[in-house]
């Protein structure tokens, strides 16, 4: 096997890559040597150890990478294009020199909105392969996760966009305040949760009132762990659709993300009359790294299905 | 010196003991080994390491105790007390069996409201404290802190409270989120401070995505890292006085806390419109703690100023 070229997903916890042929996906691995795991000056090395087994004589394979491996503590930084634009642009990917001389890597580079300023690394590419996989869309993407986004698309641009933190705030409260006493770290309550949506969204107000009640009525109504961490998800989530409003509103919505974190976003906002259409993350992920490669066909054929 | 009683406030992280005489404060000392550095029956041999030297023959001496060794994981539980209830009670202190035939300890229990469900542990005694400081009032007192108080007082009962997790928040992110890359250890910004406040005052539902705002500002923008702390607070804070509207407004409020942190709430009501009193914590706690033995004097006098 030699691949056409192969697609990375480089994040701040985990690398996974593809080898990428005609057909669509050859073949994939992954590691545990994220971003923030990989020493500077350990970037080439801990994507050979990945990619190696694939690589032969002849020209060097194009490598593309999207994801933190482009932030300025990453292998090399990738300066975020400017809104509007398309989410990703084959002419505008960042050579980075590599001692190998079977690979020519190249980095996706982030999004950047002066106002509210606002960025993003690794999701413009999933936001091109949903465009991808999608065909023609204007609306809007949502990528759940530990920065959240919404990206309003038009016409095959990124008009604007905005994060939320409601991911990494669930990861901190539920692994590191005192909440965690009373909170598990499986299991789930739906009922619980589509509540706890609802009331996060009527009293943003009052998240830190209720995220200490939620210690509270562990303490004094014995509150089962599972709920409560459906509800502290709920809260969270329902406050990033109330500060979401203006995206959703009576737009077509479009989530892409992991599976379970996806379906809890649908859930949450069907209950707000907003039937929101799911795409895996991967597929998402794989097709706009062939968008990037210029492969604008590749989403919609093997690989989308096949990740 | 022997002291007529000890008091002593023993929180999650540390531990503070006063020997008290008939003039007030004989002397003091503090440890590091608080509720949740103390192993599970331990905690008489912390206590001793630090007013061993106070003891000698004669009968026992009273020791009183507040804050979290009267949790269930601490020294002996003491059951919260429910509202509406005054804040401390001579005849409600826990008992707690020691080997050592030197001390009579007893611990002050914490309060518990049932709907919406809340608990105290330790800001009950500075609420006494304050009240005896304050003489006469009827109001509400704010305990700023890891998990902000705000109480209704009226009568000398404590009539209702709200716990916020702001301060364990402001720990989480400026400690353990990404935007502690942006943010500074020291320094302050009080024009941005304010402005944070009515900004989170106003938009509490914007909360996830101002907090991302402070990661992408630091990107794009090179906010300075004292700013985006200030900043933080202010979101924070901001989110909670609007949370915490119906306690201050058009209320008599007094502030009981450390002094920065207590300052900082006074400055973000007083741009609301209300003047809060600012008390010393340790010398509310004192207060509270001479209280619960039955010296309700004993505030206004020596310890008040001293500690």
Tied chains: 1, 2.
């Excluded at 990989?38 to 999207?66: H, K, M, Q, S, T």
């Excluded at 975020?80 to 505008?92: G, H, K, T």
């Amino acid at each position: 096997m030699r691949p056409g070229w192969i697609a990375a997903d480089w994040g701040t916890s985990r690398l996974r890559v593809w080898a990428m042929g005609a057909e669509g996906v050859l073949a994939e691995a992954r590691s545990d040597e994220g971003m923030g795991q990989v020493p500077a000056g350990g970037f080439e090395a801990a994507l050979l150890r990945l990619i190696g087994p694939w690589l032969g004589d002849g020209p060097p394979v194009p490598v593309v990478i999207c994801g933190m491996a482009g932030a300025r503590q990453g292998w090399q930084e990738a300066p975020y294009r400017s809104l509007p634009c398309a989410p990703v642009d084959p002419q505008a990917l960042v050579p980075v020199p590599s001692e190998d001389p079977r690979i020519a890597v190249r980095i996706v580079p982030g999004l950047a909105q002066a106002k509210p300023a606002d960025v993003m690394r690794g999701e413009e590419t999933q936001i091109a392969g949903a465009l991808a996989l999608l065909g023609s869309f204007d609306g809007v993407i949502c990528l759940p996760g530990t920065h959240s986004k919404w990206a309003q698309v038009s016409a095959g641009e990124v008009v604007s966009f905005r994060s939320f933190l409601t991911g990494e705030l669930f990861a901190l409260l539920s692994e590191r305040s005192v909440l965690r006493h009373g909170l598990a770290a499986e299991g789930w309550d739906d009922e619980a949760f589509l509540a706890a949506v609802s009331d996060g969204m009527s009293h943003p107000q009052k998240l830190g009132a209720k995220l200490f009640g939620l210690r509270a009525e562990a303490l004094l109504q014995d509150l089962p762990a599972a709920t409560a961490r459906a509800r502290l998800s709920g809260l969270l989530i329902g406050l990033e659709l109330v500060g979401a409003r203006s995206y959703w509103l009576g737009q077509p919505v479009v989530l892409v993300g992991e599976e379970a974190l996806a379906a809890r976003y649908g859930a949450a906002l069907a209950a707000q009359g907003v039937q929101a259409r799911l795409l895996p993350a991967a597929a998402s992920t794989l097709g706009g790294l062939a968008a990037a490669m210029g492969q604008l066909t590749l989403a919609s054929s093997g690989a989308g299905r096949k990740a």
